[in-house]
């Protein structure tokens, strides 16, 4: 391949999704994000998206083991960050990012073109999906209609006996 054309190859696009872990305070999450970012940056990484991290429960129980024993977590600072690099530095950034001691776990992915166009805001749809309606019932209403509806049936089972006792008539 020419090197013209060599320069026109989209450099690939990577997620790193991650935990940090519940023990670290609340102001350190974001020293702990920043160092992230620059390990992806010192690798020639340019940042492109970003979700800074915020803490929500875990779906299920992470054990890890922390300050000589195991401990279980429930809770962690969940957040991402997307990048474009060259491939030969994936491997680098990623022995780096399994170095930080304060994230409980973490992912690296290369992204497809669909996942790089529509990327999922995991805060946004977290807080759409806690939000709830009030629905305003009017109570009277409510006992009503299932009586009208009893004697629409009853109607309905009268009708049905009469047509039968004229059907038996014309006979």
């Known amino acids: 391949m020419p090197v013209a054309e060599a320069n026109n190859v989209d450099t690939p696009s990577y997620e790193l999704a991650f935990h940090v872990l519940p023990t670290v305070a609340e102001g350190e999450v974001v020293a702990v994000f920043q160092t992230l970012k620059d390990i992806i940056t010192t690798h020639g990484g340019e ?14 129980e992470i054990i890890r083991y922390l300050e000589g024993r195991n401990r279980k977590f429930t809770s962690a600072y969940f957040g991402w960050v997307r990048f474009t690099v060259v491939p030969s530095q994936i491997k680098e950034i990623d022995e780096e990012v399994t170095a930080v001691n304060e994230l409980l776990r973490h992912i690296l992915i290369k992204l497809t073109k669909n996942e790089e166009a529509h990327p999922f805001y995991f805060h946004e749809a977290l807080e759409a999906e806690t939000v709830s309606e009030t629905i305003e019932v009017n109570e009277e209403a409510a006992v009503v209609a299932p009586v009208a509806e009893e004697k629409a049936a009853e109607k309905t089972e009268e009708t049905d006996e009469k047509d039968g006792e004229e059907a038996g008539e014309k006979v």
């Open 47 to 60: 940042l492109t998206l970003e979700e800074a991290p915020a803490r929500f429960d875990l779906a299920y």
